[in-house]
C-alpha cells in the first residue's frame, strides 16, 4: 500500500500543513516506504483480540462535574500571538 | 572539599544534611559546569539567576528545620515540562516564546520538596527522535567520544540533553520523558541510569503531548540510588490527570537491599536478532552472569511479538500525536505566519513552525486514523499492542525481571542515521515493547564498546513493581562498577 500524490495533498490538508507541490512526490516517496515497513503488521493474526486502548490497566477516577477552576483571562491571553478585549484574535472568518 | 560537582545526587543530599557545605555553593559549582560544558549544547535555557535565589531560600529552609526530600539539590528538567515563568520550547519553532502560566505536576512536587532548576535540556523536537538531532536549538552533543576519533557523537534522544547533562556532571540529576525509549536509550548511549515508570506512576498533566497512552516521565541520574530517590518524589496521583495512579508511592531508595537471591530473570531470546553487536552481546552474557553470581536464576522466555513492536508503535505514537498536535494552531501561544484566511494561517504557521520528522509523524498518524483506514492501521495496532502486552503479562507469571541490551548501538555521529527515518526508529527496538505494554524498564549503563562507548543493560519488570526492577538494578550496577565521566574530562 503507497501514498500516491493526491493521497499526500488530502492528508497535509487534513493536518492543516501547507507542503509545496515540487515537495509532494518526495514526500510520498518517504511515508510510503513507512506504511510499507508498517504493513507488516497485517501478518499478525488478531481475529480474537480486543484492542488495546490506553497505557494503563485500570479504571479511571471518576469526579464531580464541576468548576474547579477559572478566571485566568490575562493568563490564559498571555501568550496569544493576538489578543482583543479578553478574546483571542484571528483572521476575519466571516465574509 | 571534594569537587561537588563530583557527588552524586545522594552524596549532595547527605552532604547539605551534615552541612558539610551550603545549597548555594552546590548550585554555584553546577552553574560553573553548566557554563565549561556549552559546548555540549544540552540547555536550551538556564536560569543561573532563579537557581542561586532558590539556593538561598534552601539553606534558609534547612537552617530554620524545614528541609524538603531534594531541599537544594540542582537538577535539569527537559524542556517538554511546562515551567512557570520559565520558556518552555520542546525544541520546537512553533512554541517560540511560550512561557507556561503554570507548572506541571512532576516538576511543581520536586519544587514542593525543595529541588533547584538550573535550566531546561536540550531534546528531540515534541520528543520525536532517537538522537537529539531534530531539535530547532540544534543537535546537544553527548561527552562521550569514540577512542582516537575528535567527532561529536549524538547522546541519544528524545531525552539527550538531559541524559547528556547529568554525564558531563552539569547536573546532579535531571528528568526526562520517555514514549519509546527517550530515557533508556539516552542514559545508554552517555553512561547514565535512566528510567521509565509503570505508566500511570509519574502525572502527565503539564508535560507537552506527544503521544498520551506511552508518554510517561522519568529521572535520569549517575546512579541507581539517585534514580530511586528522584522517582519517590516525581511519582504520585494527581486528580488532573485522569491516567495518574491513585495508589501510594513506595519507597524506592529502601527497595536497594542489595538481595536478589532466588529472583527469576527471564532472557528474552527475541531480543538477541541474528548479527546483533558483538560487543552488546557480550555485555548482555557478562550482566546475566553477574546476576546469576549474585544469586539470581536465569531463564530464557520468549516474547513472541517482539518485532511488531516498532511498527505498532510507529502507527500508535503518531495517531496519538497528529491528536495531540492538533492544538498548534498559531491562535493561543507560539508562532503565528499571517495567512489570507483563517485555514491559511493555520497551515502556514504548521509549515513554518513544525520540523520535517514531527511533520512526518503528523501525517503518517493523519493517514491511520482517516476515513477508509482506521481499521486497518489504528485498529490493527492496537490489537497488536495488546498482544505484546500479553507476551509480558505471561511472561512476568514465570519470572519476577527481564535482562536485555538497551540498545542495538552505542552512539553514533552527529548526521550518521538522518537520511532513512526507518533506521533511526530501530534505534528503539529493544525499548519500544516495554513502552506499548505500559511497565516500567531501566537502563544501567554496564560497560564500554570496543571503542570505549558507554552500553546499557534494560531491566524490565511487571507494572507496579519498581521495587523489583531498582533492587535487580543496584545489584547490575554494583557488578557492573562502571565509571562515568570524570570532571570535565575525556572518557
Request: net charge negative.
Amino acid at each position: 500500500m503507497s501514498l500516491d500524490d493526491a493521497t499526500v495533498r488530502k492528508i497535509a490538508h487534513l493536518a492543516r500543513i501547507s507542503v509545496a507541490e515540487k515537495d509532494i512526490a518526495p514526500l510520498a516517496k518517504e511515508l510510503s516506504g513507512i506504511m510499507d515497513w508498517i504493513e507488516q503488521l497485517q501478518e499478525v493474526d488478531t481475529s480474537a483480540v480486543e484492542p488495546m486502548t490506553g497505557g494503563a490497566d485500570m479504571m479511571l477516577n471518576w469526579r464531580k462535574d464541576a468548576v474547579t477552576d477559572g478566571g485566568h483571562t490575562d493568563k490564559v491571553l498571555a501568550n496569544a500571538p493576538e489578543s482583543h478585549e479578553g478574546f483571542f484574535g484571528v483572521p476575519k472568518v466571516i465574509e | 572539599m571534594t569537587e561537588l560537582t563530583q557527588l552524586t545526587l545522594s552524596e549532595a543530599r547527605d552532604g547539605l544534611r551534615k552541612g558539610d557545605f551550603s545549597a548555594v555553593e552546590l548550585t554555584q559549582a553546577h552553574i560553573k559546569s553548566m557554563e565549561t560544558n556549552r559546548d555540549l549544547n544540552v540547555f536550551i535555557t538556564e536560569v543561573p539567576g532563579l537557581a542561586i535565589e532558590r539556593a538561598k531560600e534552601a539553606d534558609h529552609n534547612r537552617s530554620h528545620g524545614k528541609a524538603g526530600a531534594l531541599e537544594g539539590l540542582p537538577l535539569g528538567i527537559k524542556d517538554l515540562f511546562c515551567t512557570e515563568g520559565i520558556l518552555t520550547t520542546a525544541a520546537s519553532h512553533i512554541l517560540d516564546g511560550f512561557t507556561p502560566p503554570y507548572e506541571s505536576t512532576v516538576t511543581a512536587n520536586l519544587k514542593a520538596a525543595g529541588a533547584i532548576t538550573l535550566g531546561k535540556t536540550n531534546l528531540d523536537e515534541f520528543a520525536m527522535g532517537s538522537s537529539n538531532e531534530s531539535s530547532y536549538y540544534g543537535a546537544a552533543h553527548n561527552p562521550w567520544k569514540r577512542k582516537g576519533d575528535p567527532r561529536y557523537l549524538v547522546p541519544g534522544g528524545s531525552s539527550g540533553g538531559s541524559a547528556a547533562a547529568v554525564a558531563a556532571h552539569t547536573c546532579l540529576g535531571a528528568i526526562g520523558t520517555d514514549t519509546g525509549g527517550s530515557i533508556r536509550q539516552p542514559a545508554s548511549f552517555c553512561g547514565v541510569v535512566g528510567m521509565k515508570p509503570t505508566y500511570g506512576r509519574c502525572s502527565r498533566w503539564g508535560v507537552v503531548a506527544f503521544s498520551s497512552s506511552l508518554d510517561q516521565a522519568g529521572p535520569m541520574t549517575r546512579t541507581v540510588r539517585d534514580s530511586a530517590i528522584l522517582l519517590a518524589v516525581m511519582a504520585g496521583h494527581d486528580a488532573k490527570d485522569s491516567t495518574s495512579a491513585d495508589m501510594p508511592v513506595p519507597d524506592f531508595e529502601a527497595a536497594l537491599s542489595g538481595d536478589i537471591k532466588g529472583l527469576r530473570i527471564g532472557l528474552p531470546c527475541e531480543y538477541r536478532p541474528d548479527g546483533l553487536n558483538s560487543d552488546i552481546a557480550a555485555l548482555w552474557d557478562k550482566g546475566v552472569g553477574w546476576l546469576k553470581d549474585a544469586g539470581a536464576e536465569v531463564v530464557d522466555i520468549s516474547l513472541p511479538h517482539t518485532k511488531y513492536a516498532l511498527p505498532t508503535y510507529y502507527i500508535v505514537a503518531p495517531a496519538e500525536a497528529s491528536a495531540n498536535l492538533a492544538r498548534y494552531d498559531g491562535v493561543r501561544f507560539g508562532l503565528r505566519i499571517e495567512g489570507e484566511s483563517l485555514d491559511d494561517m493555520y497551515a502556514k504557521t504548521r509549515a513554518a513552525g513544525f520540523g520535517a520528522e514531527v511533520k512526518r509523524r503528523i501525517l503518517i498518524g493523519t493517514y491511520a486514523l482517516s476515513a477508509g483506514y482506521y481499521d486497518a492501521y489504528y485498529l490493527k495496532a492496537q490489537k497488536v499492542r495488546q498482544l505484546i502486552h500479553q507476551d509480558f503479562v505471561s511472561a512476568f507469571e514465570n519470572v519476577d525481571a527481564i535482562l536485555t541490551p538497551t540498545t542495538p548501538s552505542s552512539a553514533f555521529p552527529i548526521g550518521e542515521n538522518s537520511d532513512d527515518p526507518i533506521s533511526m526508529y530501530l534505534n528503539d527496538v529493544f525499548t519500544v515493547p516495554a513502552s506499548l505494554a505500559g511497565i516500567p524498564g531501566i537502563s544501567i549503563p554496564a560497560g564500554l564498546s570496543s571503542d570505549g562507548l558507554p552500553l546499557g543493560l534494560q531491566l524490565l519488570s511487571k507494572r507496579w513493581d519498581e521495587e523489583t526492577l531498582f533492587r535487580v538494578a543496584g545489584v547490575l550496577e554494583e557488578a557492573a562498577g562502571f565509571s562515568g565521566l570524570s570532571i570535565g574530562g575525556e572518557g
